[in-house]
């Protein structure tokens, strides 16, 4: 419980919840097959430099498309992988404000796939904090 509640309080705003997904971003467009893309500011997003079509940080993850937000889902991805034991659906949507129908179905998705992402390591590997990078990830971008 102790340690999910440090990752809750490290990955506290949205900008740093987008920071471990970009391991997982597209490497080829899917509509022409291009592998080169621009980099956006905004939430951190691609567009195909041959087709212009825009992907999310969050395509092909567990986070792709939910509808109660970002910084829900990544909160309640860390209470059901790191808490022992693992909390109740009913327990999630009291917590996060949401239908018990909807906890439910997110936290069978998560459980899927349940060693999608190892926070952890990434904050072990990662030693420099999650602002810092974020600001030379701007910087890059506006190199580019």
Known sequence: MNNSKQLKKVFSSIERCYLPLLNYEVKTCIKCGNEKFYTTIKNFEKACKKCKTRYKTTYNTLFHNVRFG??????????????????????????????????????QKVIKDFGFMNLESYLKKNKLSNEEKLMRFIEEIKNV
């Not at 991805?77 to 917590?95: C, D, F, G, T």
């Open 70 to 107: 970002l910084l829900k889902a990544f909160h309640i991805y860390i209470e059901v992988v790191y808490e022992k034991p693992q909390p109740k659906a009913s327990e999630l949507a009291r917590r996060h404000n949401l239908t018990y129908k909807t906890a439910y179905n997110y936290k």
